[in-house]
């Protein structure tokens, strides 16, 4: 046996001879750390995998995905439809997050289902998982099994010893193998081997299982590791806490078994995360029939495949500086300063002594084109001191000379305005429209016609 010491890249898992301050392979800075590598010498005997041969593409036959269904409606959906059997799952966000509630959370769903859950913690002790639980369960199944423990090997026999239909690994580079030791837990190494016994324990064709694993994030909000840990899993779930206090959203940026993209949103109280099963409403101020507030308009974003009904705010106010202040929470702020010149030039409104803050209700961003013409009626309803009547939304981009651009989608966000009960929208003329709706669709051109027709 031979010992020697490299230097491991932490971030792209690039191996170098001598410590280096600039990774060549992926152009990150002091990201070496050294390790000790073990070398056997000697011949090492490897098991041999007899192939089973090519096979005609044509002729194989299509699997069924049998899913696990946690009635946990967001995810339920995030996820396509609910956990596939034989998958492997990670969930990231920053710390604090709520990545380790919502495991809980699936964790007691599919237990009330009677799937059996094993749920590993590198972090936590039990204690702590268990006070956890207390705070969000109103009580524990019996039928989820706990283990505090860092050896990887460790885990592997009591899935043996327990035969759990899930498995939470929570976290992932908390976790090592005793065959890759002396590299350290969380070492790219040992994480993708961690990682590859957990998609050998999935996929295994005689007992298929469920693997859910939390992934920590590093300082540039990814997941820590090396890429390939994302591409040897079937979804990857990245949880967002930058909304107001108390809102979490989940999105999956890859899903083998359902829609990348789509993205689901939680409320975090005291008993854990809750559901927003209908964020349509949650993201619109409730008023009554007959109140109208002067610089609020409603608008349709979509987030994956499903359009949300949002309302833009705005604030507009003198300005007593040479430089009126601009700020916006959740629109880029070179956008906002986009739709302001709009405003001023084709709308006939000045604006240059004027601080404008824009903000959309629950902190949603606001990243479509297509929410640009309710910003922009949202900035001219303040400064003008005049509301927006009746139940009224805007979907357009508005381009810099003036005339509404059409959006995609839209049939599909003006079914959701007629669901939710609204009366009239705004969209560009010869757009695609859909018909036999309760709502009033208006046509128009240019910015100027719909303030005119707005504002009287």
């Not at 749920?119 to 199944?141: H, L, N």
């Not at 903000?359 to 927006?388: F, M, N, P, Q």
Request: net charge neutral.
């Amino acid at each position: 046996m031979k010992e020697k010491t490299v230097y491991i890249c932490s971030n792209c898992g690039n191996k170098a001879a001598k410590w280096m301050g600039y990774c060549t392979k992926c152009g990150k800075y002091n990201t070496f750390q050294e390790e000790k590598e073990v070398s056997y010498s000697g011949t090492v005997k490897r098991a041999v995998t007899v192939s089973k041969g090519a096979v005609r593409l044509a002729e194989v036959e299509k699997g069924t995905d049998e899913r696990i269904i946690t009635g946990i409606k967001e995810f339920d959906r995030v996820m396509g439809g609910g956990i596939v059997k034989d998958s492997v799952t990670i969930v990231t966000s920053p710390p604090g997050g709520g990545k380790s509630t919502l495991a809980l959370h699936v964790s007691q769903k599919a237990a009330q289902k009677g799937y059996n859950v094993l749920y590993a913690s590198g972090e936590e002790s039990e204690s702590q998982i268990k006070g956890r639980a207390d705070r969000i369960m109103k009580s524990v199944e019996k039928n989820i099994w706990i283990v505090s423990d860092t050896c990887m090997d460790n885990i592997l026999t009591e899935i043996k010893n327990i035969d759990p239909d899930i498995i939470v690994i929570d976290s992932i580079q908390t976790f090592a193998l005793n065959e890759m030791l002396p590299a350290r837990a969380g070492n790219p190494v040992q994480t993708m081997e961690c990682a590859g016994e957990m998609v050998k324990v999935a996929k295994n064709s005689t007992r298929k299982r469920a693997v859910i694993i939390i992934g920590q994030m590093n300082k540039n909000d990814e997941l820590a590791g090396i890429r390939s840990l994302e591409h040897l899993v079937d979804t990857v779930l990245v949880m967002d806490s930058s909304y107001d206090d108390g809102l979490r959203s989940i999105a999956a940026t890859k899903n083998r078994f359902g829609s990348t993209g789509e993205t689901g949103f939680f409320a975090m109280t005291e008993e854990g995360l809750l559901s927003i099963d209908n964020p349509s409403e949650y993201f619109v101020t409730q008023r009554d029939e007959n109140e109208f507030v002067t610089g609020s308009t409603v608008t349709v974003i979509r987030e994956g495949s499903r359009p949300i009904v949002a309302e833009v705010e705005s604030l507009v106010s003198k300005s007593y500086t040479p430089y009126p202040t601009r700020i916006s929470e959740s629109l880029k702020k070179d956008r906002l300063s986009t739709l302001i010149s709009i405003l001023e030039q084709r709308g006939n409104i000045n604006l240059f002594d004027k601080n404008i803050v824009v903000k959309s209700t629950g902190g949603i961003v606001l990243r479509e084109t297509a929410v640009s013409l309710a910003v922009i009626i949202s900035i001219a309803s303040s400064v003008l001191d005049k509301a927006v009547t009746g139940k009224t939304a805007f979907i357009a981009d508005v381009g810099l000379t003036g005339e509404l651009k059409k959006v995609p989608g839209l049939e599909s966000r003006i079914k959701e305005l007629n669901r939710m009960g609204f009366e009239k929208v705004y969209i560009a003329k010869d757009s695609m429209k859909p018909k036999g709706l309760n709502i009033q669709i208006v046509e128009m051109k240019y910015l100027k016609d719909v303030i005119k027709d707005v504002f009287n």
